[in-house]
């Protein structure tokens, strides 16, 4: 039987009856369109109980622990998949035959390279921009540069402006590192995987040879993949948002860049090294998990928002920081040492425990990619170059759904009611 809610109002004098929409995995949503009838608004700031959308993409049950791309685990996908194949997943719906694999492949590495004019504009900026600042100026700048296939109501040119992204975003990030470093910009190895020709813009140099590391290349295209897609996070939802008044793809990525920059959302693994940073020495250690249960502090990287059991992507995360500071050799490095002290005390300590604080992926991810050698201002540029294949996967569902509207929300005004301007020269 269909399910519906049934609304009372004006004092229990009229009432309105709301459908209730089925969903394949989580809560049903009440469909509250004709709630207008009421001659009211609803009231959710931050979107706490409103669903913004219908998708197909991503589902995350915060409770169990639970994040699936398309259907499928993210533990299975990391183990599994590649970086690549997660990408044409998300786009596509399904995974790739090896000949789609092949060609999907073939399409990103071919498009790699930037128009060379868009190189020239990096000179605007200060070498000591943040990245961040620079990835969302020059990502927006792709929209001046590639001004064909920008039909978005074309399934086509939707598909052309996807693989741009996917394939240059790498190339815009190494960039954005190489220009803070004074290093020249490293031009992309089409023979190389995804990840392994990232690591070679971003490490080599035209004095020598590099040959990547497959231990590391691994761990950086998990990375990837763990933070490819997070269903309708403030990011993704500020793509939609700007997509849906039909802008410019390059620019409504840009936006998500931006919104992504923030500390609340993208900046939390910076937070952790800064944090081992102050702390100094495992010796220390003590001394601050007593600051961090008298609450004069926080132990970043720890607990979340919405997974309150485990965050499926901090397991994973955390094989491949053993994975990688062994292969590395920074076992007993200082910094790395400090980290997993903090982990093992948290991990016991009934603080923690009671209040269901575990790592976080952010905890292991800074950790991983400061031994890669990446460094900290840039984290949240690696976030936004795995991010970008879930934004552009959520505008183009978005686009191609008949029943897409410009986001516009409502609002509770509480402002001054209506009065008559006063000139200057009479105001008390
Ligand atoms: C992510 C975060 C904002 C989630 O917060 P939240 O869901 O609102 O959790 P709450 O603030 O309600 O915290 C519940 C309890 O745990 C404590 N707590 C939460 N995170 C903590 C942390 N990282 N260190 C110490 N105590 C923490 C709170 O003080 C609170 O204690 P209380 O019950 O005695 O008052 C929070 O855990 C945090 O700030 N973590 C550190 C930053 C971080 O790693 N963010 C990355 C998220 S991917």
């Not at 609304?7 to 459908?19: A, F, Q, V």
């Not at 921009?129 to 540069?145: D, I, K, T, W, Y």
């Not at 997993?340 to 800074?366: H, Q």
Request: charged share 20%.
């Amino acid at each position: 039987m269909e399910k519906k809610v049934t609304l009372t109002y004006n004092e229990g004098k009229d009432s309105l009856e709301l459908p209730v929409l089925p969903s394949t995995l989580g809560p049903d949503v009440v469909d509250i369109r004709s709630f207008s009838k009421t001659g009211m608004f609803t009231f959710d700031p931050g979107f706490l109980a409103t669903s913004s959308c219908e998708s197909k993409i991503t589902y995350i049950d915060g409770d169990l622990g639970q994040l699936y791309y398309r259907g499928y685990p993210i533990e299975q996908l990391a183990e599994q998949s590649d970086y690549l194949e997660v990408c044409y997943l998300l786009i596509n719906g399904e995974l790739p035959t090896a000949q789609q694999s092949a060609e999907f492949n073939r399409t990103v590495m071919s498009h790699t390279m930037v128009h060379e004019q868009l190189t020239r504009f990096f000179n605007g900026f200060r070498r000591d921009a943040h990245p961040m600042a620079m990835m969302v100026g020059v990502v927006g700048a792709l929209s001046a540069f590639y001004q064909d296939s920008l039909d978005i109501n074309n399934e086509e040119h939707r598909k052309v402006a996807m693989f741009r992204l996917i394939s240059k975003i790498p190339t815009i990030a190494a960039m954005c590192y190489r220009y803070n470093q004074g290093l020249p910009f490293v031009y992309p190895r089409n023979d190389l995987s995804y990840t392994a020709n990232f690591m070679h813009m971003m490490f080599s140099t035209p004095c020598e040879p590099y040959v990547p590391n497959p231990v590391l290349v691994r761990a950086l295209d998990v990375i990837f993949t763990l933070h490819a897609d997070h269903e309708q996070n403030a990011s993704t939802s500020t793509v939609r948002l700007a997509g849906s008044s039909g802008a410019n793809p390059f620019a409504c990525i840009a936006a998500g860049i931006a919104c992504l920059w923030g500390p609340s959302h993208g900046g939390a693994n910076e937070a952790v090294l800064l944090m081992l940073d102050e702390i100094g020495s495992v010796d220390k250690v003590p001394a601050f998990m007593e600051g961090v249960k008298a609450k004069t502090h926080k132990l970043m990287g720890f607990g979340h928002r919405v997974y309150k059991n485990m965050d499926p992507r901090a397991s994973v995360m955390r094989r491949i920081c053993y994975e990688v500071l062994n292969e590395l050799g920074l076992q007993n490095d200082p910094k790395f040492k400090l980290a997993m002290e903090l982990e093992r005390i948290a991990l016991e300590d009934s603080y923690f425990i009671e209040r269901k604080l575990y790592p976080n992926v952010d905890f292991y991810s800074g950790i991983v990619q400061s031994a890669l050698g990446i460094p900290v201002p840039m984290f949240t540029v690696i976030f936004a170059l795995a991010r970008t294949v879930g934004w552009i996967s959520h505008w183009n569902e978005m686009i191609a759904d008949p029943g897409m509207k410009i986001g516009r929300p409502r609002q509770q005004y509480t402002g001054a009611t209506k009065r008559d301007y006063v000139p200057a020269d009479q105001r008390g």
